[in-house]
């Protein structure tokens, strides 16, 4: 045995015997290891099987009603000092972070499995990959990473070859909401999980790695891990360019990612392939350019208001080998959510006979996991070990007002500062209070391991190492006008504003140059075939007033970073005030 694989089986035994777990069980990600526990999950009620005939192969799983979205306000940055988390962090001392989780984890596992669960984030041969190994007593959360990573054996054997990875420790405790934490010890390369099953707190390798520790490694290592989709737009020509794009959660990412052309922009030969929905590991290439691996292999996206009409493509991977989280069903056992079509469902999401007095039928946070290979629009080059090269980098919110449909920074620190100042309104993928307005910078505000200060001046120095730098943009797909009405149709006839992105990464593109950035000229984008002209005037104006209070707003949230905010944000803020004046 190497010593990489012998220090693994050492901490296994320190958690076994910690946690006092009756059998471990190494995960090999076998198709028969798989089988064998989703009988073991349908036999403890774990898990629900649907309707065979018209969802082959597709379960459902119901949360405790007090866990069905991640806890922010329990998700702690453990690092030495205080500052280095960051007033965007909880923080806790890592002594004492150490000490609770201890205390917590100490003879949680009496009777249950230990699983152990090797796993590669990114292409399992991808210099851009990074390894992890979570431990686990949910047999629900490994059938689910196997959905996500890529796990097994071909990770354990990277891990071995590599000596380095991300230890995660996961139990679902007693499900107790006043015993619940999710910490991370990002200079220990290390996450520990207590008290849920949801996903977002217990698939250690989504949030949890693959951005709040990632984040912190892409500081240290050079490269960049962020909240965003990877997306490629193939023209008439054939040529694909590809676009990243970061929007807080439930904003319309996998929609995006999945987008379906306009029927006369497919009859064009338009396309759009899907490399990644949630997260992108980025790095600076050889040629100056910013390459993007997609570190997932499976979505875990949001249920609600996916239909034919909003996106066609996550439906159609939906009918087979998918794990339901907190969904309806009819009165055939087939999934059922607001926004898939007008049945009346038959059970809600806590098995209760469906009344509306009870609120949605489906939890407004339930999720669907299902392998990206299933996805009609995947693309090959999600396997591509270098990754691939990114033409624009769009940051986009929701925004009822302000922010216009489509806004160019004038360059990268421009971006920078555009994108460390978006805000958005919040939405039902994390507790607390929907529709408010906060700073969500980049749209990693629960998911940065270290002080924004510091992120935004890394931004900035990955910028320097590129000599051809993806151009910036901001999109608000959901601007309204007085009567509270989107302007703008969406889904896929956003394409038609990510075409005019891309010919202003190609030196085209009719602009307007305002205080706050370029937007399209007034014929610059191509609205034939709309069933109804939108508002362009409205869609695309900039109100100065509101705009000057903005920067105000943007300017008392960089104040709570201190000196740690790097000077070229400042100048930036100011460049644009003067504009502004």
């Not at 946690?19 to 076998?30: E, F, K, L, N, P």
């Not at 991300?166 to 220990?188: A, C, M, N, W």
């Not at 949890?208 to 984040?215: D, F, P, Y």
């Not at 990612?257 to 929905?277: C, F, H, N, S, Y």
Request: include cysteine.
């Amino acid at each position: 045995m190497t010593s990489q694989l012998a220090a693994l089986n050492e901490w296994v035994d320190q958690v076994a015997a910690h946690t006092r777990a009756a059998r471990v069980h190494w995960c090999d990600g076998s198709d028969a290891e798989n089988r064998r526990l989703i009988e073991q999950m349908l036999d403890s009620g774990d898990l629900l099987q649907l309707n065979p005939k018209t969802h082959p192969e597709c379960y459902l799983h119901r949360s405790d009603p007090n866990d069905v979205a991640r806890v922010e306000h329990l998700t702690y940055v453990c690092t030495r000092e205080k500052q280095d988390a960051g007033p965007n962090n909880n923080w806790m001392a890592r002594d004492e972070a150490h000490a609770l989780m201890s205390g917590l984890f100490a003879g949680c596992m009496e009777g249950r499995t230990l699983y152990v669960v090797p796993y590669c984030m990114g292409p399992i041969d991808s210099p851009l990959a990074r390894c992890g190994v979570e431990i686990t007593d949910s047999p629900y959360v490994v059938v689910n990473m196997r959905l996500m990573t890529r796990m097994g054996i071909e990770a354990l054997a990277r891990i071995e070859r590599e000596g380095q990875f991300v230890k995660g420790l996961h139990s679902t405790g007693e499900l107790d909401p006043d015993q619940r934490y999710i910490v991370h010890f990002p200079e220990e390369l290390m996450i520990q999980s207590y008290g849920s099953g949801y996903g977002g707190n217990a698939l250690l390798g989504k949030k949890c790695h693959a951005l709040r520790i990632a984040s912190y490694q892409a500081r240290d290592e050079g490269w960049l891990a962020e909240h965003m989709l990877i997306v490629g737009i193939e023209n008439p020509k054939g040529e694909i360019r590809y676009v990243a794009a970061a929007f807080p959660s439930a904003c319309g990412k996998t929609n995006l990612a999945m987008l379906i052309p306009p029927r006369a922009w497919q009859e064009a030969g338009w396309k759009v392939w899907t490399v990644g929905d949630d997260i992108c590991w980025l790095q600076p290439g050889e040629d100056g350019r910013l390459y993007a691996i997609n570190p997932e292999a499976g979505f875990f996206g949001v249920a609600p208001g996916t239909g034919a009409s909003t996106n066609p493509n996550a439906l159609a991977m939906l009918d087979r080998e998918a794990i339901f989280t907190n969904v309806a069903v009819t009165d055939d056992n087939q999934p059922w959510w607001e926004g898939l079509d007008d049945r009346r469902p038959a059970r809600d999401w806590r098995g209760r006979d469906y009344d509306p007095k009870n609120g949605p039928a489906a939890h407004p946070n339930s999720r669907f996991t299902v392998s990206i290979k299933r996805c009609p629009s995947y693309s090959q080059e999600a396997e591509n070990p270098r990754g691939v090269p990114i033409d624009a980098i769009v940051f986009g919110g929701r925004r009822a007002s302000l922010v216009p449909l489509v806004l160019e920074a004038r360059d990268w620190q421009h971006g920078v500062m555009m994108g460390g100042a978006m805000a958005s309104e919040t939405t039902a993928a994390a507790t607390g209070k929907v529709g408010v307005v906060r700073r969500d910078p980049m749209a990693m505000k629960p998911f940065c391991g270290y002080n924004f200060g510091d992120y935004f001046a890394h931004w900035l120095a990955v910028g320097e190492k590129l000599s051809r730098p993806p151009r910036i943009f901001q999109v608000n797909w959901f601007r309204r006008d007085q009567d509270g009405r989107f302007l703008w149709p969406g889904f896929g006839d956003n394409l038609r504003v990510l075409a005019w992105i891309l010919e202003r990464c190609e030196g085209n593109g009719k602009a307007l140059e305002t205080p706050v950035g370029c937007v399209p000229a007034a014929d610059a984008l191509d609205l034939e075939g709309l069933q109804e002209s939108p508002d362009m005037e409205n869609l695309l104006a900039i109100d100065e007033a509101g705009w000057r209070e903005e920067l105000a707003g943007i300017e008392a949230f960089l104040a709570d970073y201190g000196d740690r905010v790097p000077a070229a944000m400042k100048t930036e803020l100011e460049r644009v005030r003067r504009a502004l004046s």
